[in-house]
């Protein structure tokens, strides 16, 4: 697996970059809202107040958090304000696990198609420059927008897991199913 990460991937309208230190109180900002935690907390070993979870954030920012993957912070490409986070890490961000791809955006970019055309993104850099095979996708039995973005982007069903203490609904693409989709073959 090759590890090279550009300093951002540009979409047509996003810009993904590393996270930094200041974009902490944006990321606690969006997860104080109920609407965008509703299928997320609370995860088992989540920080249970606002201040472990303002140490944990700066502790992944510094750490380069995750060790397999990599996260973004996502903006308007023009240089807008901060919309989200992509990441693929280790499902339940253990060792030894398919890698995951995540995401949590603000409420501003839902319905604009911010989660697909970032999700797009940050699938074909894991499959093209990172190597990762296969890339998975979980998701509360509830939560239709979050299993729509994965099916646009290539993952499909393959059943239920329990994952992260709970029965989740399960996605996966295959790296070379999915380069040939996009690429116009077939074999998905």
Same mark, same amino acid.
């Given at each position: 697996?090759?590890?090279?990460?550009?300093?951002?991937?540009?979409?047509?309208?996003?810009? @993904?970059?590393?996270?930094?230190?200041?974009? *902490?109180?944006?990321?606690?900002?969006?997860?104080?809202?109920?609407?965008?935690?509703?299928? *997320?907390?609370? $995860?088992? =070993?989540?920080?249970?107040?606002?201040?472990?979870?303002?140490?944990?954030? $700066?502790?992944?920012?510094?750490?380069?958090?995750?060790? *397999?993957?990599?996260?973004?912070?996502? #903006?308007?490409?023009? +240089?807008?304000? &901060?919309? =989200?986070?992509?990441?693929?890490?280790?499902?339940?961000?253990?060792?030894?696990?398919? /890698?995951?791809? !995540? %995401?949590?955006?603000?409420? #501003?970019?839902?319905?604009?198609?911010?989660?697909?055309? #970032?999700?797009?993104?940050? $699938?074909?850099?894991?499959?093209?420059?990172? +190597?990762?095979?296969?890339? *998975?996708? /979980?998701?509360?039995?509830?939560?239709?927008?979050?299993? #729509?973005?994965?099916?646009?982007?290539? @993952?499909?069903?393959?059943?239920?897991?329990?994952? %992260?203490?709970?029965?989740?609904?399960? &996605?996966?693409?295959?790296?070379? !199913?999915? @380069?040939?989709?996009?690429?116009? =073959?077939?074999?998905?």
């Amino acid at each position: 697996m090759v590890d090279a990460a550009p300093a951002e991937i540009l979409t047509e309208r996003l810009r @993904l970059r590393p996270p930094r230190l200041e974009d *902490v109180e944006a990321h606690l900002e969006m997860d104080r809202d109920p609407e965008v935690m509703r299928f *997320v907390e609370p $995860l088992p =070993g989540s920080p249970p107040d606002l201040e472990a979870k303002r140490r944990r954030l $700066l502790e992944r920012i510094e750490s380069g958090w995750p060790a *397999v993957g990599r996260q973004f912070y996502v #903006a308007a490409r023009d +240089g807008g304000e &901060f919309l =989200g986070w992509c990441a693929l890490f280790p499902l339940e961000d253990r060792a030894g696990q398919p /890698v995951e791809i !995540g %995401y949590r955006y603000r409420r #501003a970019a839902w319905g604009r198609g911010v989660a697909t055309e #970032a999700a797009a993104a940050l $699938l074909r850099f894991g499959f093209e420059t990172l +190597g990762l095979d296969p890339i *998975v996708g /979980v998701t509360d039995h509830a939560n239709r927008g979050s299993q #729509a973005v994965l099916a646009k982007v290539g @993952l499909r069903r393959a059943g239920n897991i329990r994952a %992260y203490g709970e029965d989740v609904a399960f &996605f996966v693409a295959h790296r070379a !199913g999915w @380069l040939a989709a996009q690429s116009g =073959g077939s074999g998905r």
